[in-house]
């Protein structure tokens, strides 16, 4: 239930006063207005009993550590005064908290023992009798320590509420009708802040499609004629995958863009030219884009259980040096609700470049002096097409992710299937355009002011 405070205040005050009376066998008050108007009348003689906080934190966490504090009840008087009754109380200015939202526990002065506080049902709020049924006897000038302990539940609202510690205070040489009095620690605020938020979880990475190079040759002459090979992408992942294609030459040393003339085959059998790219993580390497232009068509859909293949072709101009590179063929999946953009790599395929004749050049030292992987065979799957939405010739664009795309041969614009799909159906090409992913060793920086020469 709600706690108004300042009727509550009052009724906090009538339940402890109507406590402590009935130990003296005088008609226990209930009523709010009635308590406290018994409350003031009291009042008007003050109580030698004080009753002060000790540590008592200025907030506390809900669905935190308990906190732990202290209420200390002292008798200024020059004779012995009784407590037969004490109240803990939690007023609420507004933040709605309830008694259930609660825990108290507390431990009698010279006790070790925790004991849960007794809720007193009867009251409006939050209420907890202490040490009931004993009563406390203070000798003059004496103290009563009782420490305390708050829990305070993770579905608690944040605010401010108001706690206090209320005693009835009896003077044995007093009449009866006369001895009562109300001391109070009065309510000092307490700020409950917020459960910790969870904290949002990383998002799933995006299924990916195996990736492969069928048929790299070995061996390049610098000025020779372009030799063919393939990508090849099959999604084994369960589900339809959205996924964008490139491939990187890893060398040692920087391989000049200019002496480089790759391309890919589009939907309708023509030859592009790919889009170059660096990145700045590997200075050396040299980023292929199959499908630059950053638009919704050059985003693939590859359903699951489905084969593609892209048509490539790969030569170097005549003043190219002679070197060691290693070729790597990239497939970026985009990531859909809760995922995140991921990459895969095929394996490397080593091969050289032979200098132009004439030319004294040494191949220079591959990226790695490890043997080459052995390069997957050309598999007997025919190579399909990919349908293309536009066909503008791409422009380099940044790069983030990797990309998957699907091939033809040319002059055969039909698409085949060597998955799940049928030999005559298009490849769909669909989802958002092509964003950059930001993964590994695809955030790719585009340096146009590296790339002279263009595409041809």
Do not use: C
Not at 132 to 160: F, K, M, Q
Not at 339 to 357: C, L, N, R, Y
Not at 372 to 395: F, H, I, K, L, M
């Amino acid at each position: 239930m709600l706690f108004r405070h300042r009727r509550f205040l009052a009724a906090a005050a009538a339940v402890t006063l109507a406590s402590g009376l009935a130990v003296f066998e005088a008609p226990a008050v209930f009523a709010a207005s009635g308590a406290a108007a018994a409350a003031q009348g009291v009042q008007a003689q003050p109580s030698p009993v004080t009753v002060t906080f000790g540590g008592l934190p200025g907030s506390v966490k809900a669905g935190g550590a308990p906190v732990e504090f202290t209420a200390t009840l002292k008798n200024t008087a020059d004779h012995q005064m009784d407590v037969p009754s004490s109240v803990f109380v939690i007023g609420d200015t507004g933040t709605g908290t309830r008694q259930s939202q609660f825990t108290l526990e507390y431990q009698s002065p010279g006790g070790t023992q925790w004991q849960d506080a007794k809720v007193n049902a009867a009251s409006v709020g939050a209420v907890w009798e202490i040490d009931r049924p004993a009563t406390l006897h203070l000798a003059a000038g004496a103290e009563a320590v009782y420490r305390l302990r708050l829990t305070v539940a993770p579905d608690a609202p944040a605010g401010r509420v108001t706690p206090g510690f209320n005693a009835n205070v009896a003077d044995p040489t007093l009449p009866p009708e006369q001895r009562i009095s109300f001391a109070t620690s009065g309510f000092p605020d307490l700020v409950i802040t917020p459960a910790v938020t969870p904290t949002t979880p990383a998002p799933t990475p995006a299924a990916t499609a195996d990736v492969r190079l069928d048929g790299v040759p070995t061996s390049f002459t610098a000025g020779g004629e372009a030799k063919p090979f393939r990508l090849v992408f099959t999604n084994n992942s369960g589900k339809d995958l959205r996924i964008t294609p490139a491939i990187v030459f890893q060398g040692a040393a920087e391989l000049p863009f200019e002496t480089v003339r790759f391309e890919y085959q589009g939907p309708d059998g023509a030859w592009l030219p790919g889009g170059p790219g660096f990145s700045s993580a590997h200075p050396t390497w040299l980023y292929m884009d199959l499908r630059p232009g950053n638009k919704d068509s050059d985003v693939i859909a590859l359903p699951k259980g489905e084969t593609r293949a892209i048509n490539a072709r790969l030569a170097f101009t005549k003043d190219a040096s002679a070197r060691t590179e290693s070729l790597v063929a990239l497939a970026g999946s985009l990531p859909g609700a809760g995922e995140s953009g991921t990459e895969v790599s095929s394996p490397k395929a080593d091969f050289t470049i032979v200098a132009a004749e004439g030319s004294t050049e040494t191949p220079a030292p591959a990226s790695s002096p490890t043997p080459a992987p052995t390069v997957p065979q050309p598999s007997n799957a025919p190579v399909v097409p990919v349908v293309q939405a536009t066909g503008a010739s791409p422009s380099p664009v940044a790069v983030g992710s990797q990309t998957v795309v699907a091939a033809a041969p040319a002059g055969d614009t039909r698409l085949a299937s060597t998955g799940g799909g049928s030999a005559a159906e298009p490849m769909a090409i669909t989802g958002a355009v092509a964003i950059a992913l930001g993964i590994g060793m695809v955030v790719v920086a585009w340096r146009r002011d590296r790339v002279r020469g263009g595409g041809s």
